[in-house]
């Protein structure tokens, strides 16, 4: 008697949830957040949008689930990171642009005004450096071969990783992203196999 | 007689144009392209709709009127560029957050489905890639003192210049844009007084 097991209940409203997110990470990469509706992500999973609010009773609580799946796919421990590591992050971000776009969008929209996921970014941006910061420092102590501090560098770090995702979502033909990476990469005093003439 | 002289009404409507240019870069600023509407712009400039509608028949309109506005802050002709210069505007970025977030929102919109300024962005983008080259040429020749090309490193600059921008905007105390940017300047090989302990 499946129906009313709450086990298999809880769990079909899991897989539901999870159907949604998916949903709504695609409508904001095609309209971005300010610019989906609930109508929308709804009549791309079958529901009506009363039972989408079964599941998520406001927009923001379902920006909220989509900002919890971003944090998921970052959850390497600190101490693992590496930096030839975050160049085959590059190359897997270069395989899934439909993902980098629902970001890449949140983003943006982030910074205006009253924006419900500029805090989340904020706060990830000051992790995020500090993270960046202990990788470098792993990497190369104090000082990097130029002479930056690894505090110095964390924000270069991290406003190339972004602003070569615009350069190529808009244009992914002329800009090659990883390449690009491993190019600043190269910068830092890394020499990850930087090709004399490449493609 | 200057109602109905022809010479003051151009002048007239073109003052209103600006005014109204003027309103939608803030309006944009505050809720992104998607959110902004005709109506928040006309309220703004004491207009109807309708009145707003006579100078820019469509929503579209006004935005190509904000970006020929963003191609004119950058009318340096290529030859005069020089990376000291590049130095200055990232300093001169800093004291006007107000437009920087209206063209990181409008980048940040520009990557999701079917935007109206993303052909924009798209060309800006390999336009300004090929003049930062030749700017890194004319400074350093066909080698960047680290090996790189001024090709390779061009989309590199361009990718600092706006990633700093999204995190200054999100967090101005944490972020010291026009530092950082002198920093990564000094990866490439210039050294444009590095302090050893900045603020």
């Known amino acids: 008697m499946p129906y009313g097991d709450p086990m298999n209940a809880r769990v079909r409203s899991e897989e539901r949830r999870a159907e949604i997110v998916r949903a709504a990470l695609e409508v904001i990469a095609e309209r971005g957040y300010r610019g989906a509706s609930l109508a929308a992500v ?72 009253g924006h419900p996921a500029r805090a989340y970014f904020t706060e990830r941006y000051a992790r995020v450096r500090e993270s960046m910061a202990a990788v470098l420092r792993a990497e190369y102590g104090d000082r990097l071969p130029n002479g930056l501090t690894p505090e110095r560098t964390a924000p270069l770090l991290v406003a190339v990783m972004d602003g070569l995702q615009y350069q190529w979502l808009l244009d992914p033909e002329s800009v090659d992203m990883p390449g690009a990476f491993r190019d600043f990469l190269s910068l830092l005093g890394e020499n990850p196999e930087t090709p004399e003439n490449p493609a």
């Open 42 to 113: 709804a009549e791309r999973v079958g529901l009506t949008q009363q039972g989408l609010l079964h599941h998520f009773p406001t927009k923001e609580a379902l920006l909220v689930a989509v900002l919890k799946e971003r944090d998921q796919w970052d959850a390497v421990p600190d101490t693992q990171w590496r930096i030839d590591l975050l160049a085959s992050l590059v190359e897997y971000n270069a395989m899934r642009p439909g993902i980098i776009q629902t970001f890449s969008a949140l983003l943006g929209e982030s910074v205006t005004d």
